[in-house]
C-alpha cells in the first residue's frame, strides 16, 4: 500500500511541469487617443509578447500562455485599429490578431511583476520611400559602370542541402560614385551593404544555393542592368540590401520589403527572422514600389536591417558581428521559406 502511494506520488512529480498551467489571458483593453492607442493585455502571470506587423494587420504571438475562458475583450473605437481577435494556436500558445486601419508603428512595453503588456500603437511617420524614390530616379538617369556580378558557386556535399538548386541573387544597394546614406559615425551606406551582402552570400551559399553578388566591389551599378541580370538569369528569388535613414536620429529598427504579392511571404519570413536574431524594433514588413523589387520576376525583397542615422544602430551596422547576425537571421529566413515553398 506505501509502495503504491510512493509511485504516485513520483508520477505526479515527473507529470508536475506539464500539469503547472501557463498565464492565462483575462483581459484586452483597447483605449485609443489622438496620439496613440493603448491596448493592454491582462494575464495571471508574466508573458514575452512578440509582434509581426505585415501590411494592414499586427500579429502578437504570446508565447506560452492560454485564453481564459472569461476573457473579456473591451474596446471604443479607433482610427487605427479595426478588428481584434485573440484566440489560442496551440495548447501552449495564443495569437492576439489586430487589423490596421492605417500605416502605423508599434512598441510593446511588458511591465513585469504586475502581469500586463501594453502594446502602443502610433501613426507612422515614413521615412524610406521619399528618400528612395528621389534616389531611384537618378540612378535610372546615371548610365553607372557596367554591371560585373560575383558568383559563388554551389559547394558539393554528400548530404541534401537546404538550398540545393536554388539560385539567389543579393544585391549590395549603392556604390561607386553613389554612397548612399552616412551612418552617424560617417560610414557610407555603400560599405555597409557591401560587407552585409558578402556575409548573407556565404551563408547562403553553405546552405547549397549558387548566390549572385550584383557587385563585388566599390562600383556603381544601374538598377535596370540590376533587374536584367537578375531575370536572364532566371534566379529564384532577389535579395536587395540597404540601411535606413532618417533625419531623426532616434528613429530605430527594421524594416523589409516586398511589391509583388507572391513576394510577401518571402518579406515574411525575413522580417521574422531579423526582428527574433537581431532585437532591433521591428517597423514591419512594408509593400514598396521600389525599381528592382517592382521589376523583377521572382519573389524579391528589399531589407533595411536597421537605421544607420541611429548612433546606435549605426555602430552596428559596422560591426562584423552584427552583419554576420543578419546574414544568419537572413539564411533562415530563406530556408524557411523554401521549405513552405510546394510548387
Ligand atoms: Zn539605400
Known amino acids: 500500500m506505501r509502495k503504491k502511494l510512493l509511485l504516485i506520488l513520483f508520477l505526479l512529480l515527473l507529470l508536475s ?25 491582462y494575464t495571471t ?46 495548447s501552449q500558445n495564443s495569437r492576439l490578431t489586430i487589423t490596421l486601419k492605417k500605416d502605423v ?26 528618400l528612395m524614390a528621389a534616389w531611384e530616379r537618378k540612378n535610372l538617369k546615371a548610365k553607372g559602370q557596367k554591371l560585373k556580378p560575383v558568383k559563388y558557386k554551389q559547394l558539393l556535399s554528400r548530404s541534401r542541402q537546404q538550398l540545393e538548386g536554388k539560385i539567389i541573387v543579393v544585391d549590395p544597394g549603392h556604390g561607386g560614385s553613389d554612397p548612399g546614406a552616412f551612418s552617424a559615425n560617417k560610414i557610407p551606406e555603400k560599405t555597409l551593404t557591401l560587407q552585409t551582402a558578402r556575409q548573407i552570400g556565404l551563408l547562403l551559399q553553405q546552405a547549397g544555393a549558387t548566390v549572385y553578388l550584383t ?9 535596370k542592368d540590376i533587374v536584367d541580370f537578375t531575370n536572364k538569369i532566371k534566379a529564384d528569388i532577389f535579395i536587395s540590401i540597404h540601411y535606413n535613414f532618417a533625419y531623426n536620429r532616434d528613429v530605430s529598427g527594421t524594416e523589409t ?28 514588413v512594408r509593400r514598396g514600389m521600389f525599381y528592382t523589387i517592382h521589376h523583377t520576376n521572382m519573389p524579391a525583397v528589399l531589407i533595411e536591417p536597421a ?32 521549405r513552405n515553398t510546394h510548387d
Open 17 to 41: 511541469p506539464l500539469l503547472a498551467n501557463n498565464p492565462s489571458i483575462v483581459k484586452v483593453e483597447l483605449s485609443p487617443s489622438h496620439q496613440v492607442d493603448l491596448l493592454e493585455v
Open 45 to 90: 502571470g508574466n508573458i514575452s509578447p512578440q509582434g509581426l506587423l505585415s501590411d494592414n494587420q499586427l500579429t502578437i504571438d504570446l508565447p506560452n500562455t492560454q485564453v481564459s475562458d472569461n476573457i473579456k475583450v473591451v474596446r471604443r473605437n479607433s482610427t487605427r485599429i479595426g478588428k481584434l481577435s485573440i484566440r489560442e494556436i496551440s
Open 105 to 130: 508603428d508599434y512598441e510593446i512595453i511588458n511591465i513585469f511583476g504586475r502581469n500586463k503588456s501594453i502594446i502602443e500603437v502610433y501613426d507612422r511617420s515614413d521615412f524610406a520611400k521619399d
Open 215 to 223: 557587385r563585388n566591389e566599390d562600383r556603381s551599378s544601374n538598377l
Open 257 to 284: 520589403y516586398y511589391y509583388n504579392s507572391d513576394s510577401q511571404r518571402l518579406a515574411q519570413n525575413i522580417q521574422k527572422n531579423l526582428v527574433l536574431g537581431l532585437g532591433r524594433k521591428d517597423r514591419g
Open 307 to 338: 537605421y544607420i542615422s541611429n548612433w546606435q544602430e549605426g555602430d552596428l551596422a559596422g560591426s562584423a558581428s552584427f552583419q554576420n547576425k543578419i546574414a544568419a537571421a537572413m539564411a533562415k529566413g530563406v530556408i524557411s521559406y523554401f
